[in-house]
């Protein structure tokens, strides 16, 4: 689960999805990336809200949150983008068997 797995920069995430996320955003900032013109992928990142925990970590909003009190649907074109850019140390992975 991305949302709560350890951040790599444990300092200033909460969690890797708040870091995934804001180096996407880092991403179109720097110009490094552009998205094609598709409503449903920029609507939704559009409507991803992130908040400071007490300790000063970034966090990205939970989906339930985001449903309840901003009646938004889930991001999940967003978290697809997220993800296709997500920077992970594969010798760090770990495979946990069902």
């Known amino acids: 689960m991305i949302a709560g797995s350890t951040a790599n920069d444990k300092e200033h995430y909460a969690n890797l999805k708040a870091e995934a ?4 955003s880092k991403r179109f900032e720097d110009g490094l990336i552009s998205i094609p013109d598709e409503p449903n992928l920029t609507s939704q990142l559009s409507t991803i809200r992130y908040d400071t925990q007490s300790d ?7 989906k339930e949150i ?3 009190k901003y009646r938004v649907k889930s991001p999940d074109y967003a978290d697809s983008l997220m993800l296709a850019f997500l920077e992970f140390d594969p010798i760090q992975m ?5």
């Open 56 to 62: 000063k970590k970034m966090l990205v909003v939970s």
């Open 21 to 24: 996320y804001f180096a996407l």
């Open 66 to 68: 985001m449903k309840n």
């Open 94 to 98: 770990r495979v946990r068997w069902l």
